[in-house]
């Protein structure tokens, strides 16, 4: 079908690597097998001659691209950025804590590439944000170092989340590293924002060095909140620019030894942990070890 040069590319099929056999939903299979459904209606609207259809009804849909447009960009930290993004007729998004989208962009070839991220506002009117790294290598970075502002970004969604009802815990422990933050940032908000919200929030967040912690200015907002606290693994603070006075400061990554000092495994409480594949299966593997229950863990 998309040996017409007029049809965009059939989607790529991941590789068996791809996928990290951790049951991720959606997988990357998933991912890929909806986007085939969606290549093959653009396909056929195409080639009946027929317009793209008005974007009326809701602001995100799971199984269309719907499209965003870029109001700002602005560098967290070198690589990183936060891309504040248009909704018409100052709406909201509406997402659940944590969810997220799948962004679409086309790379120089014609070839569709698609990734899946977690937007950092949630229920601001009239925008929403999204946090992402880009890297001197990979082909959705090449597209996303492109974008400024008035970029028009296809997204579909949202897609899983974070089921969380006020009170549901006594204690909230957040474990993550690097941009795996990113998921927790409305929930973080959302829970210092309510007033009757009386769980006590523990991020233990993991970074490579100092000057890789991500969100500073939301994470020294948190800190003056009762009811969270942080701690900071990184491997290095040589030649910090970052100043992390008031922040606990724990000199490596995060182990056994750490999380035994930061869990109190007992009462109610729940255990979130999001990062790369490896890091949430060596964590998770700590928690069990811990006699943290199955239960109380959730992966992202």
Same mark, same amino acid.
């Given at each position: ?13 991941? $590789? ?5 056999? &951790? ?12 986007? %085939? ?35 700002? %960009? ?14 018409? &007729? ?66 579909? =969604?949202?897609?899983? =989340?974070? $089921? ?15 941009? =795996?933050?990113?998921?927790? %940032? ?16 523990? $991020? ?34 040589? &030649? ?23 869990? %109190? ?12 594949? &490896? ?22």
């Amino acid at each position: 079908m998309d040996s017409d040069a007029n049809l965009p590319l059939k989607p790529e099929k991941p $590789l068996e690597t791809d996928c990290c056999g &951790n049951g991720c939903v959606p997988c990357v299979f998933d991912i890929y097998e909806s986007e %085939v459904k969606i290549w093959e209606k653009e396909c056929e609207r195409i080639l009946q001659g027929q317009e793209e259809p008005d974007e009326q009804g809701p602001l995100l849909l799971e199984e269309a691209y719907r499209k965003f447009e870029i109001a700002s %960009v602005d560098e967290d930290i070198p690589n990183v950025f936060i891309f504040r993004f248009k909704i018409p &007729n100052s709406k909201t998004l509406g997402l659940a804590h944590g969810q997220h989208v799948i962004i679409r962009c086309i790379d120089e070839h014609g070839q569709p590439i698609t990734r899946q991220y977690s937007p950092i506002t949630i229920d601001s009117q009239g925008h929403f944000e999204i946090l992402i790294k880009v890297y001197d290598y990979g082909k959705m970075s090449r597209s996303i170092r492109q974008w400024k502002v008035g970029t028009q970004v296809e997204m579909r =969604g949202p897609f899983n =989340g974070i $089921l969380y009802k006020r009170n549901s815990y006594e204690r909230l422990y957040l474990i993550c590293m690097g941009t =795996g933050i990113t998921p927790f %940032v409305a929930l973080i908000s959302s829970i210092l924002a309510d007033e009757a919200d009386e769980v006590r929030i523990r $991020l233990i967040f993991g970074c490579s060095t100092a000057n890789e912690i991500l969100l500073k200015k939301h994470l020294n907002q948190w800190n003056g909140f009762w009811n969270f606290s942080v701690t900071f693994a990184i491997n290095s603070t040589e &030649n910090s620019q970052n100043d992390l006075y008031g922040f606990e400061i724990y000199t490596g990554k995060i182990s056994k030894d750490l999380l035994d000092g930061e869990i %109190v495994a007992e009462g109610n409480y729940k255990v979130f942990v999001c990062g790369s594949s &490896n890091f949430t299966q060596d964590i998770s593997k700590i928690l069990k070890e811990m006699s943290v229950p199955t239960e109380n863990i959730v992966n992202f």
